[in-house]
Structure formats: structure tokens, C-alpha cells
């Protein structure tokens, strides 16, 4: 019996061993592990910002025989334009004629031109000759688009023509080289003009009242801007600034002053330069000017100056800007070291609210200071 039980015994311990072997080659599987979630799904690729289409605009067309049916001459042979369609008739006038370079207008009215595709006066072919009278009266909403130069509500003014009392608000003028508020090149005069709203070049010379006032090429012709006043957003490359881009040897810029802000955005331009608060490039006279304007490059740029980007050998007199929103910048852009610019003066918030900072400027005749208006700068009698 006793026999009998350890037989019974060494046979459960030799089977207790046998399942030790075989739990070590074949381990129970592992409890189940607690449910993660997956991961959320990857988030789209953030989708470019689409640039707003521009509001569609309206063409208006017409023929030189339709406009001339438009449009007959009054008293002196002056043209009285008190339509929108009138004033595309006289454009059509003097861009398809050559005897119509020189016919004269004036305008009787504010004319409401918003939602019209405008064809600037003048081409570079039909330069405008003529004397064009704005009356004081306003353009509200010119809008200006073109892929080619000379934009503006002229787009070149000959030597001999004259622009004056001519006002835009609410103007948008787009082009291509030569771009600005009233004209896009001027060898004539432009007097007593105003320009609010934008201005955009995708080339060269932008400016808030003329793109490029006188000629350098083929032959050199001066132009002349006085009493013109520019609130503009401008945005341009190489020869921009807040009155205009460029003014050539022999022009004259005389009590002027330019708000706003221009800004530097290169488009196919690796460095561009010579922008300026008031004029990109000047080779002329400047007297009685004034700035307060932001300015801005948005990539690595030469000559920018807060007043003039490029002073060749032009002369400033009695010039100022307020320094406060472009205190990085120097008066000149080109002007060698930290030296002021004689005739030009930086000026601090304080100041350019005063009248007595402005010495030689004619405050009974020309210009006139007071709180409240023009915020507190110097503004022009005559377009008030």
C-alpha cells in the first residue's frame, strides 16, 4: 500500500513538471490592454487666401461719332461736361483724334463715375494738349484698370496742356508704369488738384497726384505741380512716392503735401529703390512741401527716404515731415550720413501743428492752419 502511494505520488510530480515545460513554451496570452483611440484624422492643408475679385466694372463704349454727337463746344470752344457719359465722350475726343489734343473743358458738376471702367485722357501716342478746368467740383469713384502705363484720370499730359481745380474721392487707378491719382506722366502743369483713394503700380513711377511728372526719355521736358494735394494709399515698386514717383530736371513742385501711406511691393523686382514720402526721385525744384505719411517695403529695397527717396541735384526749400511714423527712416534716402538736407526739416507731431514752424510760407494767401481740419496740418485754401 505504502508502495502504491508513492508510486502515485512520484507520477503527479512528474506531470506538474511536464506543465511547467509547456507553460514556458507556450506563455497564456496577455490580458487585453485598455482601448486607446486612434489618433484624430490629419487637418487639411491650410487653403491659400484668395485675393477678393474686384467688384465688376462697367465699360462704357463709344464711338468717336457717338461721342462727338455727345459733345459740342460752347463759349471759346470750351467743352461743358456735367455727365459721366460726357466725360468718356471727351476722352474718346482727344484719345482718336490729333486735331483733338488741344480742345479745352470744364466741368459744371460733381459727376458720380463709381462702378465705370474709365479710359484715362491722353495716351501715350495722343498726348493731352488742351486746358481742362475741374471747376472745384468733385469725381467720386474714378476707377482706372489697365495691365499697360500712363494711368490716371489723364494718362499723359503734353508740354503746353493744363489740369486744374479737379478733385477725385473714392478713386482706385491700377496700371502698369506711370501711374497716379490725376495723371500718369504731365509735361504740361497740373494746379489746385486732389486725389484720395489708391494707387497701384505694378511697374515703375506710382504717385498720389502724377506717376512721372516731365520726361527723361527720348528727350527731357519738365513738368509743373502746384497747390496739389494727395491722401493716397499708394503701392509701387522702384520710383514711388506719396505726391510722385519721379520728378525730372527743370520741373517745379511748389505747396504740395501728401498723406497717406506707400508702400514698397516688388513684383518681378529683385531690390527696388528710390521711393520717397513725397517724391521717389527728384531732380527739380521742391518748395513748400509737406508729408505725414506711413511708409513701408515689404522686401529689401535702396534709397528710401521719408520725404525723397533720390535727391540728385535738386533743391528743397523750406520743406518738412512729420517724423513720427517714419522715424527710420532719413529725410533722403541717398543723403550721406546722419547730416540734414538743407531746406528740409524733420519735424515732431507738436511741430507740424504749428504755424510758425513753416517759415516763408504765405498763410493769407496760400495756405491756412486751425484745429480740425486736415488734422491739425497745413492745408490749402484753394481746395478747400
Known sequence: MKRLLALLLLLA?????????????????????????????????????????????????LT??????????????????????????FAVLVNGADDARAVSARIENDIDLAGLSFIPIGTEETPYRGYFDGGGHILRGLTVRTE????????????????????????????LNMVGGIAGQCQGEIFACSFRGTVVA????????????GREAPDT??????????????????????????????????????RGSVTVDAQ???????????????????????????LYTRTESRMVGAFIGSLESGLLDSCYYNLEPVENWKGVGDASGDEETPGLR???????????TFEGWDFEEVWSIEEGQNRGLPYLRVLM
Open 13 to 61: 510530480l512528474l506531470c506538474g513538471c511536464s506543465g511547467q515545460t509547456a507553460s514556458s513554451e507556450a506563455p497564456p496570452p496577455a490580458p487585453e490592454e485598455a482601448y486607446v483611440p486612434p489618433p484624430p484624422p490629419e487637418a487639411p492643408p491650410e487653403k491659400p487666401v484668395e485675393e477678393s475679385e474686384p467688384e465688376p466694372l462697367i465699360e462704357v463704349i
Open 64 to 89: 468717336p461719332e457717338e461721342a462727338d454727337g455727345l459733345l459740342s463746344p460752347g463759349e471759346g470752344g470750351i467743352y461743358a461736361i456735367t455727365t459721366a457719359e460726357e466725360l468718356f465722350a
Open 148 to 175: 499697360g502705363d500712363f494711368a490716371g484720370l489723364f494718362g499723359r499730359i503734353a508740354s503746353g496742356g493744363r489740369v486744374e481745380n479737379t478733385h477725385i474721392i473714392g478713386g482706385s487707378v491700377n496700371g
Open 202 to 213: 505694378a511697374g515703375t513711377h506710382a504717385g498720389g497726384i502724377c506717376g512721372e511728372l
Open 221 to 258: 521736358d519738365a513738368g509743373t505741380m502746384r497747390q496739389c494735394a494727395a491722401n493716397a494709399e499708394l503701392t509701387g515698386g522702384s520710383l514711388t512716392g506719396g505726391l510722385a514717383g519721379s520728378a525730372v530736371v527743370g520741373s517745379i513742385v511748389s505747396d504740395c503735401y501728401a
Open 268 to 294: 518681378g523686382e529683385s531690390r527696388p529703390e528710390m521711393i520717397g514720402g513725397l517724391i521717389g526721385y527728384a531732380n527739380g525744384e521742391i518748395s513748400n512741401c509737406l508729408t505725414s505719411l506711413e
Open 346 to 356: 524733420a519735424c515732431t507731431v507738436e511741430e507740424i501743428t504749428e504755424g510758425s
